[in-house]
């Protein structure tokens, strides 16, 4: 049985979503090639590793492709999928005890993030994106984790993040101001941990 109607490379996401509703499988293997960086990279961060990353994206796209006549257009798709696997990776790890809620002191933050000295946001546009930024990420918490993933490195809007996260622009601007302040202390130890290898390395 051949599909009615053949989706394009140049299909919308709206249009790709319709078919994949009505059952076209090549449009929802489109939907996955465009969008399954974006869904691995906040369901890596969130689980802590690759391979749990992979399993939550399977899943997702494994529910948005059963529920995607539930699609409604009052978000954008990639708004709507980044939705769906953050719920996945929630559920992937469950059975990893959440550590305790714990609010530094904004100035201390602050302080610490380098304020009179360099701006927090220059120190992590400074840094090397891979390997330092990286691993900088790996040790914030995993609600400042999804907020920098969904904000600063897929770019969403405010909005779109907010609705992800299922908190209000406002909690959403509070929670994002802190993340990128922790880590941009998380990277400054970063590298002052490397530079002081370097300079007591073997004489």
């Not at 904000?151 to 609705?163: K, N």
């Not at 299922?166 to 302040?181: G, P, T, V």
């Amino acid at each position: 049985m051949f599909d009615r109607q053949t989706p394009q490379l140049s299909s919308s996401d709206a249009e790709l979503i319709a078919l994949t509703a009505a059952g076209n499988h090549r449009a929802f293997e489109l939907l996955v090639e465009r969008h399954a960086s974006a869904v691995l990279r906040l369901t890596t961060m969130m689980t802590g590793n690759s391979a749990s990353g992979e399993d939550a994206l399977q899943q997702a796209f494994l529910s948005a492709f059963r529920h995607a006549s539930s699609f409604r257009a009052e978000a954008s798709v990639r708004t709507w999928l980044l939705t769906i696997a953050r719920h996945t990776a929630y559920r992937l790890r469950a059975k990893q005890a959440r550590e305790a809620p714990f609010e530094e002191p904004l100035m201390k933050l602050g302080l610490d993030a380098g304020w009179g000295s360099d701006n927090p946001e220059s120190l992590a546009m400074a840094a090397e994106r891979d390997e330092i930024l990286h691993h900088a990420l790996r040790t914030l918490s995993s609600d400042d984790q999804e907020v920098l993933v969904l904000r600063d490195i897929e770019g969403l809007t405010g909005a779109e993040a907010a609705q992800i996260l299922e908190i209000n622009e406002r909690a959403l601007k509070s929670r994002l101001h802190r993340a990128r302040l922790r880590l941009a202390v998380a990277l400054r130890a970063t590298l002052g941990s490397e530079r002081g290898e370097r300079e007591g390395g073997p004489q």
